[in-house]
């Protein structure tokens, strides 16, 4: 069964890191267009970050300059990494995975494949 699994969310102070991780079970993720995408409670889930099959990256302006997404093939993985982080980017983030046209990231209702999500808190 293609599986998505998240991993790295946690409890951070504003300013601090994180690094989240998008494993692949069943998936070849070198062959996927790739979002991660975040929900906060009472909001619609929104788009963070996308890499697609030639490793071009995209970003929403909020975290432009403080996220990075990169992929390990060795690992097939996919990473996304999380710098200064503030009070707002407190969601559950997700990644998503799909065969999209590649120059940007697509909205949430185009992707097939999700993970099961993983908590992200930023509070002093």
């Known amino acids: 069964q293609l599986q998505l699994v998240e991993s790295g969310g946690g409890l951070v102070q504003p300013g601090g890191s994180l690094r989240l991780l998008c494993a692949g079970s069943?998936?070849?993720?070198?062959?996927?267009?790739i979002g991660w995408f975040r929900q906060a409670p009472g909001k619609e889930r929104e788009g963070v970050s996308g890499?697609?099959?030639?490793?071009?990256?995209y970003y929403v302006d909020s975290v432009k300059g403080r996220f990075t997404i990169s992929r390990d093939n060795t690992k097939n993985t996919v990473y996304l990494q999380m710098n200064n982080l503030q009070p707002e980017d407190t969601a559950i983030y997700f990644c998503a995975a799909d065969h999209l046209p590649g120059g940007r990231l697509w909205p949430a209702g185009l992707y097939d494949y999700w993970g099961q999500g993983t908590q992200v808190t930023v509070s002093s």
């Open positions: 069943e998936f070849t993720l070198e062959y996927y267009d």
């Open positions: 890499i697609d099959r030639s490793n071009g990256t």
